[in-house]
């Protein structure tokens, strides 16, 4: 009965993280789709304003990606752009 008990306890508990772990997903996606209106709503201000955005200097992340070290070029980018890991493998993507 106590082994009974046990693993009605583990199926709760996996339940409910489960469940909490796919509310933060939810959360997180309706997040990430405010932040890209967010954004495209600044890229709009700026540009009506004449503002330009400069890129930083990426000239070691495309000596690195020439070289075939392309771990090293997202770390140079972070280092760089202060972007997070997927932000970086996709920009440095977008630079092959």
Known sequence: ??????????????????????????KL??????LARVERKLDAIAE?????TEEPELAEVTALLRQGKKIQAIKAYRDRT?????????AVERLT
Do not use: C, I, Q
């Open 48 to 52: 009506r304003l004449g503002v330009s």
């Open 29 to 34: 996606g309706r997040v990430d789709r405010r």
């Open 1 to 26: 009965m106590d082994y009974g008990m046990l693993l009605l306890g583990v199926v709760l508990l996996v339940a409910v993280v489960g469940l909490a772990s796919s509310s933060t997903d939810r």
């Open 82 to 90: 202060g972007a997070d890991l997927r932000e970086a493998r996709d």
